[in-house]
């Protein structure tokens, strides 16, 4: 079974940029596509960007230009570079796995809060 553990959120002013990471502890191989979502307050839970196993992305158009997705297979770990970060990006970061068949694996973890404030 796939565990995945989010890091790296924490307090930060617009402008400035952040590095997240998504970490399988197991099951890394059976992954194909990785994705971070988020829940800002008072708001559903979106997409924020996707990653296959062999590297197609796709991102939300208010990240676009902004934040890099990335997986280093290495390492079992997906990253999220956020730059010129906003006040709008304050949200909990998740991250997410799905297998061959779409199917996501698991339920969802705790998060990373990421906060962005003058």
């Known amino acids: 079974q796939v565990q995945l553990v989010e890091s790296g959120g924490g307090y930060v002013q617009p402008g400035q940029s952040l590095r997240l990471s998504c970490t399988a502890s197991?099951?890394?191989?059976?992954?194909?596509?990785m994705a971070w979502y988020r829940r800002a307050p008072g708001k559903d839970r979106e997409l924020v960007a996707a990653i296959t196993r062999v590297g197609s992305i796709n991102y939300a158009e208010s990240v676009k230009g902004r934040f890099i997705i990335s997986r280093d297979h290495a390492k079992s770990t997906m990253y999220l570079q956020m730059n010129s970060l906003k006040f709008e990006d304050t949200a909990v970061y998740y991250c997410?796995?799905?297998?061959?068949?779409?199917?996501?694996?698991?339920?969802w973890g705790q998060g990373t809060q990421v906060t962005v404030s003058s």
């Open positions: 197991r099951g890394y191989s059976s992954i194909n596509a």
């Open positions: 997410r796995a799905y297998g061959d068949e779409g199917r996501p694996f698991g339920s």
